[in-house]
């Protein structure tokens, strides 16, 4: 009688304690890795995938479990040819000093790391935006979520400095050699300014906007980023988000926009 009762629950080892601890620490720690690139959310996703293909194995359901393992059976190819840029990177920082502790410093006993969430001051960008909204001065402000844009920081000038009104409304004064692109704020900092986006596809846009709006709507449809684009010929403030560009009428409109977004 005991060992048919025994045989009902799946015997746990040492050796598959060890097993979940390692591939929990592995996961955390591609996790950090990729985590404020564009790859963390293709990340869990594959994770999702093969979590649910391992429950459908176990519930013995074949028609489903067979779809998911063709997904599965070619996972590795798909992961070179979609994280080709992060492991280019990885491979090339693997084995440095600055790398080593790098990881190390994101992690904690187990893999297990708490993350502190920083939220975003919008007052000095309220205020750079209503002066340079008066003035006309063209700007393109972005607004990093989880997706911090390491490819498109590095493509302007990193400056990495503290987030103030008066160094916005330096940066895109007219005479600044910074001007014409991108500033990139993340976690109350500008990392950069001149950085280069892509530009929208779209071609049902209407009023005909200029290559401010359209790089700014083009960066809003591949991440999840919030991006402020002021017209230079109007002096208007547009809004990109999630593939989508509307008008705000005024500051307080931004305000309320802005807050309930990053909220």
Same mark, same amino acid.
């Given at each position: ?27 955390? @720690? ?7 690139? &564009?790859? +963390?959310? =293709? /990340? ?5 995938? !093969? *979590? ?16 998911? @393992? ?7 190819? &798909?992961? +070179?040819? =979609? /994280? ?5 990177? !990885? *491979? ?172």
């Amino acid at each position: 009688m005991i060992p048919l009762f025994s045989a009902l629950f799946i015997q746990f080892r040492l050796v598959d304690v060890i097993d979940i601890l390692l591939v929990a620490l592995l996961l955390n @720690g591609l996790y950090n890795l990729l985590r404020g690139t &564009v790859a +963390i959310n =293709i /990340f869990l996703s594959i994770v999702s995938i !093969f *979590l649910v293909w391992k429950i459908v194995i176990a519930f013995n359901l074949e028609l489903l479990g067979e779809i998911l @393992g063709a997904f599965a059976s070619v996972g590795f190819i &798909v992961l +070179i040819i =979609i /994280f080709q840029p992060e492991i280019r990177q !990885f *491979l090339l920082a693997l084995g440095t000093p600055k790398f080593v502790r790098k990881v190390f410093s994101k992690m904690t006993f187990l893999g297990v790391r708490l993350n502190e969430e920083i939220r975003l001051n919008v007052e000095p960008i309220l205020a750079a935006c209503e002066v340079m909204s008066a003035k006309k001065t063209g700007a393109l402000i972005v607004l990093t979520r989880q997706n911090e844009l390491f490819q498109y920081v590095k493509s302007g000038v990193e400056i990495n400095a503290e987030l103030s009104q008066v160094l916005i409304e330096n940066i895109f004064f007219k005479n600044s050699p910074l001007h014409d692109g991108a500033m990139i704020i993340t976690k109350n900092r500008i990392k950069a300014a001149g950085c280069i986006l892509p530009v929208t596809k779209k071609l049902d846009l209407p009023g005909r906007p200029g290559l401010r709006h359209r790089a700014g709507l083009g960066i809003s449809e591949k991440s999840d980023a919030i991006v402020i684009v002021i017209s230079e010929e109007r002096g208007a403030i547009s809004v990109a988000n999630s593939g989508q560009i509307r008008t705000i009428y005024n500051i307080a409109d931004l305000r309320q926009y802005l807050e309930r977004e990053l909220e």
